[in-house]
Nanobody, 124 residues
Framework: QVQIQESGGGLVQAGESLRLSCIVS????????MGWFRRAPGKEREGVSC????????YYRDSVKGRFTISRDNAKNTLYLQMNSLKPEDTAMYYC?????????????????WGQGTQVTVSS
């Protein structure tokens, strides 16, 4: 049984930082592309950042480049997202999931596995 558990969200002020973590069980992360995705109220889900199995390829959506950093610890089956200089427009529920495709220009997921997400709220 696959379980995905995201944590680390919270309510912060603009300019502050958060570090999200995602622990996965039932899947071996070291063979998989992984990614962080978010959904804001009334909006479609969007890819935020994705990473290839050994970290050689990373994707960041334009709006987070230079502020967010994705990383992974395959030994711990854990994915991270360091978010600095947070903006109100980063407010969303954040999810991690396996990604079906990762390049520097694109991240795509068709994952049937999703966790409950972790809420990030940035006040201005």
């Amino acid at each position: 049984q696959v379980q995905i558990q995201e944590s680390g969200g919270g309510l912060v002020q603009a300019g502050e930082s958060l570090r999200l973590s995602c622990i996965v069980s039932g899947l071996t992360l070291m063979y998989r592309n992984m990614g962080w995705f978010r959904r804001a109220p009334g909006k479609e889900r969007e890819g935020v950042s994705c990473i290839s199995p050994y970290g050689s390829t990373e994707y960041y959506r334009d709006s987070v480049k230079g502020r967010f950093t994705i990383s992974r610890d395959n030994a711990k089956n854990t994915l991270y997202l360091q978010m600095n200089s947070l903006k109100p427009e980063d407010t969303a529920m954040y999810y991690c999931a396996p990604a079906s495709w990762v390049s520097e220009a694109l991240c795509r997921t068709e994952s049937p596995y999703w966790g409950q997400g972790t809420q990030v709220t940035v006040s201005s």
